[in-house]
């Protein structure tokens, strides 16, 4: 896909999109590894239906494609109990392997940095059920990749909202396109 052809915004795992206010927005390309369409155990009917089927681990856009990456990848750990595969949860949200999930968050967090713009926008959202945030956090690229600010949601406070930026390259801040105010 060329850079043109693309729209500003990436939700790099879209699921069944239930925090977009507008799940057509012709600004948002919607990626996911899967389409589905299913019924819940409480009948409620759910479908993944993305543009794009795509891995974030590896995804099919040139660097430097995207004002803002929208990052809410499976959060919980799949330890192979039957229970657990049917689950509502699980079939909703996906999930994670109990060995290894590590490496898939931190090669996603790389690639969406990747594909995001210098000055671009990355939002995080992270539920603490089975992995606190802080391992997650650990799993950002170590250069100019800090979170901005972040906000709790949900009943229990489980739920982080993060927001990053794709800082310059350049330590100092004098990045043609990303100042700081003290290099203007
Ligand atoms: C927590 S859900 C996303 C929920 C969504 N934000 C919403 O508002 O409904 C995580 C999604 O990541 C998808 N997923 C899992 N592994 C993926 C991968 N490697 N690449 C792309 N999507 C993946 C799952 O299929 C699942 O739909």
Known sequence: MTKDSLPPILDACCGGKMFWFDKDNP???FQDIRCADMVLCDGRKFSVKPDVIADFTSMPYHDNSFRMVVFDPPHLKYTGRKKEVSSWQMK?????PAHGWEDIIRK???ECFRVLMPGGFLILKWNE???PVSRILELTPPHHMRPLFGHLSG???KTHWIC????????DGTSPI???KNNQ
């Open 27 to 29: 600004y948002v390309l």
């Open 129 to 131: 059920t089975d992995i």
């Open 164 to 171: 990053f930026m794709k800082e310059s390259d350049e330590a």
């Open 92 to 96: 909703k949200y996906g999930w994670l």
């Open 108 to 110: 996603g967090f790389a």
């Open 155 to 157: 009943k229990l406070s």
């Open 178 to 180: 990303v100042k700081t």
